[in-house]
C-alpha cells in the first residue's frame, strides 16, 4: 500500500459514513456493470470515452439509458453525482489507475476496499459541488 492510499474503513468520518458507503456501492455496481459487459459483449474500454462513460454511468446511476439516452430514476447515485464523477476522474486520474482500482475492488472482500486518494478526492469534491 501506497502514502496515497488508505483503507476505506480508516478514512471514513462520522458524517461521511453513509456517503462512503454510497460511494463504494456506486463504485461496485459501476464494476459488477463493466464485469458483465465484458463478460457478454464487447471488450472493456481501454480509455476513458464514450463506452467508458455509458459503463461508469450504468453502473453508477443504476439504471440503462432511455432511448433519448438520458439516465431517469436513477437507483443509486443522481446523475449530476454521477456525470461529476465521472467528470472528475477524467480531468484528474489517468485511465490506468482508474482501471487499476477497478481490479483491486472487483478482487477485494466486502470492507476491504482501498481508495486511492486522487480518487476519494474526486468523490468528495462531487460530494460538495452536488449535495449528495
Not at 463504485?27 to 463506452?51: F, H, S, W
Not at 439504471?63 to 431517469?72: A, H, I, K, L, S
Not at 443522481?78 to 481490479?103: H, I, M, N, R
Request: net charge negative.
Amino acid at each position: 500500500m501506497s502514502v496515497n492510499d488508505r483503507p476505506l474503513h480508516r478514512t471514513a468520518r462520522r458524517s461521511t459514513g453513509r456517503y462512503r458507503r454510497v460511494a463504494t456501492g456506486v463504485l461496485g455496481a459501476v464494476i459488477a456493470a463493466a464485469a458483465l459487459i465484458g463478460c457478454t459483449g464487447p471488450t472493456q474500454p481501454k480509455e476513458y470515452g464514450d463506452a467508458y462513460k455509458e459503463n461508469f454511468m450504468i453502473g453508477c446511476t443504476g439504471v440503462e439509458p432511455n432511448e433519448e439516452g438520458q439516465f431517469v430514476d436513477p437507483s443509486l447515485g443522481t446523475v449530476s453525482y454521477c456525470e461529476c464523477v465521472y467528470q472528475g476522474l477524467v480531468k484528474t486520474v489517468p485511465f490506468d489507475q482508474v482501471e487499476a482500482f477497478e481490479k483491486q475492488q472487483a478482487e477485494s472482500e466486502a470492507g476491504q476496499i482501498v481508495v486511492p486518494a486522487n480518487i476519494e478526492t474526486v468523490y468528495d469534491r462531487c460530494k460538495s459541488s452536488t449535495g449528495t
